[in-house]
């Protein structure tokens, strides 16, 4: 299995809801990150978790919470959205090879998760 | 810091022609360097990627890139292009750091 699985793919939300978005990979990798991306933009790097712990944190707003329950499953948790928070979420997986930095390795996407905020 | 720079927002080639699509980083230490493909309302593909070795790097669909050290650059290239090959590309470049850095992105109009 060579895949990065995302759902929901498409999520609209009230700025009062709460909802997770989802990701799993059985690719035995166990770095797994959290990108948002607006339209024809980069990527922006919002989390990284190393071994199921939280490596890296972008400084992303409180209004999103990351949780990694195994080494497969990625999860972000959205409440009190705001509009711009509208974009493409995309999760990744990666290896971790020894004590290499993980910008040494190649990302799998998935096919992300496209949020709107009303 | 560490940077990307794709000069070049959209680059337009007809069917059968070679392309280009260029890329410059700037990075400390020794460079990792990929280019990844976006096909509209998907996630990135990989394509190929530079760690050392062979300046010329191989990769999916015919792609190919050259690694420059002395101008830091790493375009992107393919002999004769396809419409199907029209997405936005985008590179990218590890360092020392976790982060990969990404470039800004250049949408490919191959048109037939």
């Known amino acids: 299995d060579t895949e990065v699985t995302q759902t929901p793919k498409h999520l609209v939300m009230g700025m009062t809801n709460k909802k997770s978005l989802k990701c799993e990979q059985h690719?035995?990798?166990?770095?797994m990150y959290w990108y948002k991306q607006k339209a024809k933009k980069p990527p922006e790097l919002m989390f990284v978790y190393s071994y199921e712990k939280l490596s890296i944190n972008e400084s992303v707003p409180s209004r999103f919470s990351p949780e990694c329950p195994n080494s497969s499953l990625l999860n972000l948790h959205l409440h009190a959205l705001q509009p711009e928070d509208s974009a493409l979420y995309l999760c990744a997986s990666s290896q971790v090879v020894g004590d290499s930095p993980l910008g040494a390795n190649v990302l799998t996407f998935g096919a992300g998760s496209r949020l709107t905020v009303l | 810091a560490q940077s990307v720079a794709q000069p070049e927002d959209q680059v337009n080639v007809a069917e059968g022609n070679p392309l280009t699509v260029k890329c410059t980083y700037s990075?400390?230490?020794?460079?990792?360097l990929f280019w990844y493909v976006q096909y509209p309302n998907r996630g990135l593909q990989f394509l190929l990627k530079?760690?050392?070795?062979?300046?010329l790097v191989k990769g999916s669909y015919g792609f190919e890139a050259e690694f420059n050290k002395s101008q830091t650059s790493f375009h992107l290239k393919k002999p004769s292009a396809l419409v199907s090959d029209s997405a936005l590309y985008f590179c990218?470049?590890?360092?020392?750091?976790?982060?990969?850095?990404f470039g800004t992105g250049t949408l490919l109009a191959v048109q037939p």
């Open positions: 530079y760690i050392t070795g062979d300046n």
């Open positions: 990075v400390s230490g020794n460079p990792y």
């Open positions: 990218a470049a590890g360092g020392a750091t976790n982060k990969l850095i």
């Open positions: 690719m035995g990798h166990r770095a």
